[in-house]
């Protein structure tokens, strides 16, 4: 089980900080990370960090947006600074096991609204 919290109203210009929690699992987590999704939109990949911290951003957020990793507790975060009306969207965290074939996990979206 994938729960994310952090989401919510801010100013361009603001920050907000999320984080998705795993819970439950019996496997060895490979990447965590993010997607968001937009009305009428496909979800667009945000980031991901490996078990490794390898990491990996979306143009569109890079230098605005830092993931990072507690491996031990099994928590993502994302730190999204200098946020911009089109961040606005339901983030979605994720994860994917070392097992590929286990296929990936999705938490619950949590909206992210950025006025202007």
């Known amino acids: 089980q994938l729960q994310a919290f952090g989401g919510g109203l801010v100013q361009a210009g603001g920050s907000l900080r999320l984080s998705c929690a795993a819970s439950?699992?019996?496997?060895?987590?490979?990447?965590m990370g993010w997607y968001r999704q937009t009305p009428g939109k496909g979800r667009e990949f945000v980031a991901h960090?490996?078990?490794?911290?390898?990491?990996d951003y979306a143009f569109s957020v890079k230098g605005r947006f830092s993931i990072s990793r507690d491996t031990a507790k099994d928590t993502v975060y994302l730190q999204m600074n200098s946020l911009k009306p089109e961040d606005t969207a339901v983030y979605y965290c994720?994860?994917?096991?070392?097992?590929?074939?286990?296929?990936?996990?999705w938490g619950q979206g949590t909206q992210v609204t950025v006025s202007s």
């Open positions: 994720y994860l994917q096991p070392v097992i590929t074939t286990l296929g990936t996990y």
């Open positions: 439950g699992t019996t496997f060895r987590i490979n990447l």
């Open positions: 960090i490996a078990n490794w911290g390898g990491t």
